[in-house]
């Protein structure tokens, strides 16, 4: 079983950067990929950018690609996104996701194929 702990979230100003941290704990050797997840008030959960844990491969939501990074600790089982030129409409609960199944690339943008979630981290953006 997978625990996952999201950290980093809070208020920023438009234009501003955040770090999300998700640290992994568990049964981390079997976890394929993780992903980042977001949902703001009455909208639907989507997906933000993903990192398979052996390569390092990422996958990123078109609209966020040129803003938000991710990238992967291996040593400290930990997950980050680095949020850039942050907007008002980035405001939302981040969740972190962990898979332990492999699948095609279009899979990693879908939370049905994640196992694990955390409790989420809330990202607010003032304009």
């Known amino acids: 079983q997978v625990q996952l702990v999201e950290s980093g979230g809070g208020l920023v100003q438009a234009g501003g950067s955040l770090r999300l941290s998700c640290a992994a704990s568990?049964?981390?050797?079997?976890?394929?990929?993780m992903g980042w997840f977001r949902q703001a008030p009455g909208k639907e959960r989507e997906f933000v950018a993903a990192?398979?844990?052996?390569?390092?491969?990422?996958y990123y939501a078109d609209s966020l690609k040129d803003r938000f990074t991710i990238s992967r600790e291996k040593a400290k089982n930990t997950v980050y996104l680095q949020m850039n030129s942050l907007k008002p409409e980035d405001a939302a609960v981040y969740y972190c996701?962990?898979?332990?199944?492999?699948?095609?690339?279009?899979?990693?943008?879908?939370?049905?194929?994640?196992?694990?979630w955390g409790q989420g981290t809330q990202v607010t953006v003032s304009s």
């Open positions: 990192i398979t844990w052996t390569g390092g491969s990422t």
């Open positions: 568990g049964g981390t050797f079997s976890t394929i990929a």
């Open positions: 996701a962990a898979r332990d199944s492999f699948g095609s690339i279009n899979s990693y943008a879908t939370t049905t194929h994640y196992a694990y």
